[in-house]
């Protein structure tokens, strides 16, 4: 990843010192060692939006990918809706505009967490993911519908919680076998370890 970002000053940076950069004064504003001022926060806006814009033309992300599949490196890309919507829902002027670009930087995250599978994905209702992957809109009619399919519905959403109960356990199975491969000086990076 080799790209390098142009600043104001003639700068440049590769666009994992930008994130990085941005995630520091992120964590200095939710920490308080930054004055959480108007100025600042949309300049940080302005520096994941940066990010955001050139992790598109790059295009380091496929739908048809699964979380495995994306290098390392790429990962905290993933978080750049996250960090907008947190600071946009910090910005006080035009409250509802705000709101509004918020849930939408929300619903982009959630998708993403949907479309790559990470875990607890499943716990994720479809009506909380973007319209661009085929959900309803906010203020959209609800259909009314017939208890059989109030019951289906019910009985999915139970099953994807306990799917997502599986894989979270199932996670943790592979984590605890994987700090017990390390402790004991076994662990390699090739070998794929299998839950039985």
Known sequence: MAISVDQNLGDSESLPQLLARAEREYQLIEDGTLPNSHAAITELIRKFETATKYVSVLGLFSRNEKLEEIPTSDLPFLLLPAYLAKLFLKLNDSRLER??????????????????????????????????????????????????????????????????????????????????RIDAGTADDDVEVRAD
């Open 99 to 180: 709101l509004e670009t918020a849930e939408i930087y929300i619903k982009d995250f959630l998708g993403r967490c949907k479309d790559y599978e990470v875990p607890g994905h499943l716990a994720i209702p479809f009506s909380l993911v973007s319209n661009s992957r085929g959900a309803a809109e906010i203020g959209d009619e609800i259909p009314h519908h017939s208890p059989v399919e109030i019951l289906q519905n019910a009985t999915a959403k139970r099953a994807a919680k306990i799917a997502a109960l599986h894989q979270k356990l199932e996670s943790q199975e592979k984590t605890a076998q994987l700090k017990k």
